[in-house]
């Protein structure tokens, strides 16, 4: 028998010494894991533990200026699967078949998708979400949510926009102030194990969504609707392709009513708007003519102003002081100029007229001899100081600039048509913009829709301010140009938009579009009311017409009608 | 005949009190951490604990009986004992049951057998057996290397499908060796050899290097999955835990959780201060197995308790730095926790002889 002697039990207790070392050392590294790196730990195990499902904030409605509700919520259903939890796929399967109307073979695949949730449907009436429910199956989900609802369906449609299945904007108003609408989205949280199984035991927890604030925009539901049967009349009668309607204050630049006939139904934006036979249409077209319907094109199409340009070229004239009112012209029925001869639209010519005569007759050759008298680079700076050349910055999307050429391009030829509203192309909204600040005393105006955010109990949140520009032209010329734009109206070429016991100025327009061989026109008329202090400012634009074009005699009767309609409604006089 | 008189002493109390806590604690913790899995695997809750608690029972009778055995007749039996671990390991390699990717078992009916964890108690017994066999005097650093050799069938047979094993064997070598030695310098020589070669083993396989990128960090390599869940478990049970048969972890995501990876859900269900217990008791149970060696009457009693000392205290401290990512993942149980019935009954019948020797020590 071997002794134990001290030496082995001297390195026994080393041995011992050198393992609770170790495990001290252990004992450590769990210090550092689960009192210092616990956060990081417990986190990332709570992100892998809990599923969680969104409830959808309410978006904020859009209202009119009166507080009416032009884009409102409604609750519908999004039924889901969860694969796990299913227990009868078969009876599941057969009851969304039944109650949503998809193919069984789409439903087989949703339901054998293995997924820790499949989304089946969105925006399910909430009458078949509920009956859904009812049948209490294991694994599905009906979960309540919001989707749009337009109560004026067509109303405005190409401003307000629409939203998508997610209930985010897609265009219109309803992208641009997105951030506003869209509210913060809830979420319901609940654990559950690996397989994806809920532990109900642990129940659910909630963060509750936060409701989108409400959109005040400065459109009144009632001019926008008047101004929608006039566009569509005259669509009508004049078997137009489009009519634009645009009315706003020029002092502010908001904006009361924008139509633009055909509009589509807002509810239904994935149905056309036109006869056209979608069956043969392959996706990609579809689309094309989906996109087309959603245009603006008060905003986001150009076209070649024609005569209510002159009025642009009336004041860049009258600001340099190579013109005045009293200033004599004669037109033989056309001008030359350089080797061109430029009719006038009278070919028989207007004879002697002074400066006013010359706009109030809506002479083409008078405009040519005061851009002429101007020269390219003083006409060129007026376009720019105008804010021709810079977007008006409308809070819609999408809006297009103008199409203007080269500023070493312009030859004598280009700036006579350019100086009546040729050979360029602006945006409709460009032009009332820019004449709004004209007759306003010269301050350059933003135009918009929106006015204030407030919350779902009427609290103001924010109000939308708007930049201006002061200085545009002196309060003279702005004054000049009123005097002699009541003049078109009142005796001259814009008479069919006069009114008995009021003041309105405007101008007449009629312009060919490109190609010029197709003979397509489009007429319009810009007009404002009182002259001396424009209240309101309206622009009427008619896409090929058929029969007589003359935007005196289509356009400037549209607004007419509007105006005799809705100023009384707005309590303007004079 | 000093040993006659000295039989009547009674087993080391404290040493059975700790090894009955790590035993009921244990049984517990593996209930609560294998419900889930028993429940969807087995659709039995108890599935894995009854399993337990059975080998459990066996392993408590053996303990009993192999604590009234003179161990020198269990040393002698040792070249025996160690020739059958041998055909059983072979077995293993030929007819061993594939699980998770690892032949370890060995099937009789519905019993299935781990040879590996029997081959540990054999080496215990044959190296106290050549070592008191040999000279005191020629105990150099080429006798020391041939008693190693002896080691060497088992550990290549373990090591084949089982390399934690194996290297709990060389450990326990090792320290034997070391403690049978009055010097001290060849060892720092050994372990200086030993530092190379896992060096040259590691640069030889590029899976091993792998394992080493997924040490260090778990989160960027898939099959970090099982220490970055069980990282997770341990960081969410903060320092009082979730409380026991809170864990989320062991819901699927922590995979096999009765396992290796115990410990884990311990630190997450009774946090910092649970692990630590945890570590406390198995510390005592060392300090006591390290009493036992010191108090031992002769050498061989003395080798047999710091032997059983070795395994404890490498397989726990294997397990707990695994687990916490101290070093690279490698498959070590947590003695008396973690799932495995042929573990459990043969780490009892270690304490079996651990109270063997503490009942005929000097005082």
Known sequence: MKKNRTYHKKKTVIVFGVFVCMLLGLAGRMFYLMVIRSDYYSEKAQELHERERDIKAARGKILDCNGEVLADNKAVCTISVIHSQITEPEKVIAMLVKELGISEEIARKRVETVSSIERIETNVEKSVGDKIRSYGLDGVKVDEDYKRDYPYEELASKVLGFTGGDNQGIVGLEVKYEDVLKGIDGKILTTTDARGVELSELGESRIEPVEGYNLQTSLDKNIQMYAQQAALKVMEEKEAQGVSILLMNPQNGEIYANVNVPEYNLNDPFTLNTDQDTSQMTEEEFQDACNQMWRNPTINDTYEPGSTFKIITMAAGLSQGVVDLDDQFSCPGYKIVEDRRIHCHKRTGHGAENFVEGAMNSCNPVFIEVGLRLGAETYYHYFEKFGLMEKTGIDLPGEAGTIMHKKEDIGQVELATISFGQSFQITPIQLATTVSSIVNGGKRVTPHFGVRVTDNDGNLIEELSYETQEGIVSSQVSEEVRYILEKVVSEGSGKNAAIEGRTIGGKTATSQTLPRSENRYISSFLGFTPAENPQILGIVVIYDPQGVYYGGTIAAPVMKDIYQNILPYMGIEG | ?363
């Not at chain 2, 108090?295 to 916490?324: E, F, P, R, Y």
Request: proline content about 3%.
């Open chain 2, 1 to 363: 005949m000093e040993s006659r008189k000295k039989k009547e002493k009674t087993a080391d109390g404290l040493l059975i009190f700790l090894v009955l806590l790590l035993v009921v604690c244990g049984l517990i913790f593996l209930y609560s951490t294998s419900a889930y899995n028993g429940r969807v695997k087995f659709h039995d809750s108890a599935y894995y604990f009854k399993k337990q608690l059975f080998a459990t029972s066996l392993g408590l009778m053996g303990m009993y009986l192999v604590s009234f055995m003179d161990y020198n007749f269990l040393v002698k039996m040792a070249p025996f004992l160690y020739g059958v671990s041998l055909l059983l390991s072979l077995a293993v390699l030929l007819f061993g049951d594939e699980y998770n990717g690892s032949k370890r078992w060995l099937s009789l009916g519905p019993l299935s057998f781990q040879p590996s964890e029997f081959a540990k108690v054999a080496v215990i017994l044959l190296l106290a057996w050549v070592i008191t066999k040999g000279k005191e005097e020629n105990r150099g650093i080429l006798y020391m290397a041939g008693r190693m050799a002896i080691l060497l069938p088992i550990v290549g047979l373990v090591g084949t499908n089982n390399l934690s094993t194996a290297v709990i064997i060389l450990g326990i070598g090792v320290i034997l060796i070391f403690v049978s030695n009055p010097r001290y310098l060849p060892f720092v020589g050994i372990g200086g050899v030993g530092v190379v070669f896992i060096g040259i083993f590691l640069g030889m396989a590029s899976y091993r290097l792998e394992r080493l990128a997924i040490w260090r960090n778990p989160e960027a390599y898939e099959k970090g999955f099982q220490t970055i869940q069980g990282l997770y478990a341990i960081g969410s049970g903060g320092i009082f835990g979730k409380g026991l048969g809170s864990s989320l972890q062991k819901l699927g995501f922590v995979p096999e959780a009765q396992n290796d990876m115990i410990f884990s859900i311990i630190c997450e269900e009774t946090g910092l201060a649970g692990g630590c217990l945890v570590i406390l008791v198995f510390g005592l149970l060392i300090w006591r197995l390290m009493v036992t060696a010191t108090h031992a009457q002769d050498l061989c009693g003395s080798l047999l308790a710091a032997g059983i000392m070795a395994h404890m205290a490498i397989q726990v401290i294997l397990n707990i730095a695994v687990v916490t990512n101290t070093i690279p993942n490698t498959g070590i149980t947590l003695p008396f926790i973690s799932y495995g019935g042929t573990s459990v009954l043969f780490l009892l019948g270690e304490m079996g002889i651990a109270l063997s020797v503490s009942r005929r020590r000097k005082d």
